[in-house]
């Protein structure tokens, strides 16, 4: 049983910032990938930033120069760090992760159950 909890959501307002964390649980042989992903009613949810399995990292155009992701390997945590946020931030945010768990399994993508993250005056 694999779990990932998230944490650090909350009410901001704009121009502020939050961080939100995001542990990974259970039976673990490896995690690959790990990102966050946000999505508003109606629309589908989106990649916003993710530390892919080679390393490096990605960031959505609409959170460049303003969110940080960051991970923990030893502590299987994944972090968001987001600033100067602005309404069009809100949303509800997913974090997901690539994990084997046993060796010779190939990777499955687990989630979150999801941290909302307003913006408002």
């Known amino acids: 049983q694999v779990q990932l909890v998230e944490s650090g959501g909350g009410l901001v307002q704009p121009g502020g910032s939050l961080r939100l964390s995001c542990v990974a649980s259970g039976s673990i042989f490896r995690i690959n990938g790990m990102g966050w992903y946000r999505q508003t009613p109606g629309k589908q949810r989106e990649l916003v930033a993710a530390?892919?399995?080679?390393?490096?990292?990605n960031y959505a155009d609409s959170v460049k120069g303003r969110f940080t992701i960051s991970r923990d390997i030893a502590k299987n945590t994944v972090y968001l760090q987001m600033n100067s946020l602005s309404s069009e931030d809100t949303a509800a945010y997913y974090c997901a992760a690539d994990i084997v768990v046993y060796f010779g399994r190939s990777p499955y993508r687990y989630w979150g159950q999801g941290t909302q993250v307003t913006v408002s005056s």
């Open positions: 530390v892919p399995t080679g390393g490096g990292t």
